[in-house]
Every structure is written in structure tokens, then in C-alpha cells.
């Protein structure tokens, strides 16, 4: 099957295959190509180029006119929790009548009201309401996600977590990632055992999941009342032992040193990034370690958004992602992200976007199959709605300029 887009107003984000992320100054750069041709032979971009090179039409299955339109990389999210039970629109009621995300936890909400409803779930449904979530995203402009557990926090509800993602996989046209984060929050059965929790995960959670190879990465929330930086160590040891890649939820609201801790064990990711100290960014220079902002989480709870501009300045790369989640972001609207990015952080337009695909893609170790318009890679795509430049992207927000997105150059109905 051959399909091919013809006269793009523009080719946004081309990149070749040996640039796996891009840092600091680079980032203010989108590469791009205007009155263009794309390509696409069994799933893969093929080729592209300038439209005096386009192909012959006789040659090719089907033909798609973008003209007034651009074509870009679907979003890359490397940052979600999308399979869950339930809501907590209760919870947010509580936070606009004044109490703190830490407030709702200690009182029995948060995480722990998420992992009872999962506990008490089927997977069957489980997976039912999850793919609406997926559908949506992928609606959207997604296209790859990475998806955690942690709402499950025993062994048999983690591992329901981890087989709806991994039926997910199966059904689903878009590369998925699956990260393990039993150590998202201590379960009320040993609350006063957090040791006894973390040995559990150790010893009998992290090597049942790698067995039945359902996770790609281990994750775990290290944060002051939730798991020690020697809590972290000591999980993410394990997980390595057990072939998976680390990836850290840290500095949310307190620095503690879990960047550090992060980058001692190469973890391929650190996300949130709330808190950052000026010693936190200076440890984070010329590492292979990519530092993930969530702005839809600071957007929702109220909290200070990743200091991604001055990140930036320092020379560091940044991914974007959408945290999907009931409790502290309850969106996987990557249009958004990429907006609030611009307006509350300071990124430019061309700094979000690459932010939001190539980067994105490296934080789920996709490099190499998607986040940017190279051949070879999987024909995952944008087509806009007719715009004046890409600036209209983040410009418009809370809205999206999204026509047609594309999965293995298949339009997505
Ligand atoms: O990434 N911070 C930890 N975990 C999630 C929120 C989980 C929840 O509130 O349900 C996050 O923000
Ligand atoms: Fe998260």
C-alpha cells in the first residue's frame, strides 16, 4: 500500500535517523520543509521531499491533497497512568474548596481511592474503560504513549494493571510502552510497614512482572511522605536486575535528591521536575537522561510549573507529556500540554514541539520508530486543519487544529 500527501503547505519536524533527542539551544529549531511530498509504503515513511520531486500519482494506492496543511509526528506521551477505575471528581471539589493534594491523600483520597477501585474492578472492565481513554488521546494527535501501573499496589491488581496495557498493545496501532510503579504509594495493609511494602515489591512483585515480561520500565514516586530516595535505590536496583529501565516520578514538590539518585542509575527518564534546584539542573548536564514536564498536572493542582525555560537555557533537552491520570491530571490533551507549555513556561512554539515528539519519543526509548518525519520511521502523523503557520498550534489553546490523524499511514476514524 502506497499513499501519498501532496502540495504540504508544511513538512514540520524533519529529522535524520542519527539524532536520538535534542538539547538547549537546538531545540529553538524545527526543522521544516514547505511545499512538500510525503510518502508512505507499508506503514513507513518512505520518502518525502519538495513537490517538483513528487512522485508519479499512477504510481501510488491513494493520494491525499494537504493543501493549506501541515503534516507533523503524532504527539509522543511518555508520561501517563491511563489505565484506571472510575473518577475523582470528588477529590476536586475538595482541592477548589481549599485542601492540599497532601490533604486529600492523608484523608483517604488520592492514590489509595484509585488502587481500591482498581482492586475492585474486573480486568475485562478495566480494559473497557481504559480504551475509551486511549481512543481519545489517540483522536487527539497520539501517536505512542507510555502507560504505568500503580493504582493497583497488590501483586494480583498490579498485574491486571500491567495485562490491560499489555491488551492494549495488542489491539491498538501505536507503539505502547508499559512501566511498573508499585511503588506509587504505600497500600493501607501496610501502612505501618513501609519497608515491609518496598521488600514486597522487591522480592515478590518486580520479579513476577518481569517474568511475564509485562513492563518495559520501573517507576517509582519519590517524594517526601511517599518513597525515600533509599526506598528508590533500592527499587530501581531490583528492577534493573530484572531488565527493566528505570524512570522516576521526582521533585514533584520537594527536592530531595532524587534527581540524583535518578541519574546514578541511568534512569532513562525523570518526570515532574516541579521543584528544581540550581544543583538538580547542573547534575542533569550532558547526561543521556531525559527530564520530563508535566505541565497539565501543575495546570490542574495548582502547583509550580517546571522551570523548563531556565532547564532549557542551561543546555538541557525537555520532554513534554501529559501525566493522564484521575487524580492530578485528568487529561491526556497533548494539544494542551504543548499550549500551557508555551504560555506558562516559556517555551517557544518550535522549543514545545520538539518537546512533544522527538524528545517524547526518546523518554520511551521510540527514538528510532517515531517523533519525527524520517525515513523509515512508522507513518504516525498530524494532517492540520488549513493554518497560517505552526504557531497556531500552541496559540490556539484548549482547542486543537488537528484534521486527520494517521497510524501506520491509516487515517484514524
Ligand atoms: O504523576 N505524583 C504521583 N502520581 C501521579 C498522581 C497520582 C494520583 O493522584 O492519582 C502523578 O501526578
Ligand atoms: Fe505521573
Known amino acids: 500500500m502506497r499513499i501519498l500527501f501532496k502540495n504540504i503547505k508544511e513538512l514540520l519536524q524533519i529529522r535524520d535517523k542519527s539524532t536520538r533527542f535534542i538539547s538547549g539551544e537546538d531545540m529553538k529549531v524545527l526543522p521544516t520543509l514547505k511545499n512538500a511530498f510525503l510518502l508512505v509504503q507499508n506503514d513507513i515513511i518512505s520518502d518525502f521531499g519538495a513537490m517538483e520531486d513528487c512522485p508519479e500519482e499512477a504510481d501510488v494506492d491513494q493520494v491525499i491533497d494537504a493543501e493549506g496543511k501541515m503534516l507533523m509526528p503524532a504527539w509522543c506521551d511518555s508520561h501517563t497512568h491511563l489505565v484506571y477505575a472510575g473518577n475523582r471528581e470528588g477529590e476536586f471539589v475538595d482541592k477548589i474548596n481549599g485542601l492540599s493534594y497532601q490533604e486529600i491523600a492523608e484523608k ?3 492514590i489509595l481511592n484509585s488502587a481500591k477501585k482498581v482492586q475492585d474492578i474486573s480486568e475485562a472492565e478495566l480494559y473497557e474503560q481504559t480504551k475509551i481513554r486511549l481512543e481519545e488521546i489517540i483522536a487527539l494527535g497520539t501517536g505512542a504513549v507510555e502507560i504505568k501501573s500503580g493504582y493497583g499496589l497488590t501483586l494480583e491488581s498490579e498485574l491486571k494493571m500491567l495485562s490491560v496495557i499489555k491488551r492494549l498493545k495488542a489491539n491498538y496501532n501505536l507503539p505502547i510502552k508499559a512501566t511498573f510503579l508499585g511503588a506509587h504509594a504505600v497500600p493501607e495493609t501496610y501502612k505501618n510497614n513501609k519497608s515491609g511494602y518496598v521488600d514486597y515489591i522487591i ?3 518486580i520479579p513476577l512482572v518481569a517474568e511475564a515480561k509485562l513492563a518495559d520500565y520501573v517507576d517509582v514516586f519519590c517524594e517526601t511522605g511517599y518513597f525515600s530516595v533509599e526506598d528508590t535505590e533500592s527499587i530501581l536496583e531490583a528492577g534493573k536486575r530484572h531488565g527493566l529501565t528505570p524512570k522516576i516520578h521526582v521533585n514533584q514538590f520537594t527536592s530531595i535528591g532524587g534527581v540524583q539518585a535518578g541519574l546514578k542509575h541511568h534512569a ?29 498536572c501543575s495546570f490542574f493542582l495548582s502547583i509550580p510549573y517546571t522551570p523548563g525555560r531556565k532547564m532549557i537555557d542551561a543546555g538541557l533537552p525537555l520532554a513534554l507529556a501529559t501525566d493522564y491520570n484521575p487524580g492530578s491530571s485528568p487529561s491526556g490533551n497533548m494539544n494542551f500540554v504543548v499550549s500551557a507549555a508555551c504560555v506558562k513556561m ?25 517523533g519525527s518525519i524520517t525515513k523509515g520511521k512508522q507513518a504516525n502523523l498530524i494532517l492540520t486543519k488549513p493554518i497560517n503557520s505552526y504557531h497556531f498550534i500552541p496559540y490556539s489553546f ?3 487544529q488537528i484534521e486527520t490523524v494517521y497510524l501506520n499511514g491509516k487515517e484514524v476514524l
Open 108 to 110: 483517604g483520597g488520592g
Open 203 to 205: 522480592n515478590e512483585m
Open 268 to 296: 532513562l527518564s525523570l518526570d515532574h521536575l516541579e521543584e528544581m534546584t540550581d544543583s538538580d539542573i547542573e547534575v542533569l548536564k550532558d547526561t543521556l537522561t531525559m527530564p520530563v514536564a508535566l505541565p497539565g
Open 346 to 370: 516559556k517555551l517557544t512554539p518550535e522549543e514545545a514541539i520538539n518537546a512533544a515528539t522527538l524528545n517524547g519519543a526518546y523518554a520511551m526509548g521510540l527514538e528510532h520508530n517515531v
Open 398 to 400: 484548549g482547542n486543537h
